[in-house]
């Protein structure tokens, strides 16, 4: 059974950077597409990011282009999102997901496998 772990999380200034990584069991990682989608409290998940099981394409909220940047590294069987500039809007719950195919999509009815979420809160 696929399963997903975060890790990277944590407090942080505006302005400042993290890394989150996904790290994946199972077979077949490198069949799907990944992504990584973020909830605030009081709001709906949302998407952030999405890359293509060979890494060749990506797609980004536009509120991140720019600040965010996915990758993956099949042969460690790993997703990661490095997120510069970070602002206060950043703050959320962020899941990394496994798409049901190989192409990238903004719908969570298209991501099959969720992690547990690592908490993202920056200050002021």
């Known amino acids: 059974q696929v399963q997903l772990v975060e890790t990277g999380g944590g407090l942080v200034q505006a302005g400042g950077s993290l890394r989150l990584s996904c790290a994946a069991s199972?077979?077949?990682?490198?069949?799907?597409?990944m992504a990584w989608f973020r909830q605030a409290p009081g709001k709906e998940r949302e998407f952030v990011a999405s890359i293509t099981k060979s890494g060749g394409s990506t797609d980004y909220l536009d509120s991140v282009k720019g600040r965010f940047t996915i990758s993956r590294d099949n042969a460690k069987m790993t997703v990661a999102l490095q997120m510069n500039s970070l602002k206060l809007e950043d703050t959320a719950v962020y899941y990394c997901?496994?798409?049901?195919?190989?192409?990238?999509?903004?719908?969570?009815?298209?991501?099959?496998?969720w992690g547990q979420g690592t908490q993202v809160t920056v200050s002021s």
């Open positions: 199972g077979r077949t990682f490198s069949s799907s597409a």
């Open positions: 997901a496994r798409a049901r195919l190989g192409i990238i999509s903004r719908s969570t009815s298209l991501y099959a496998v």
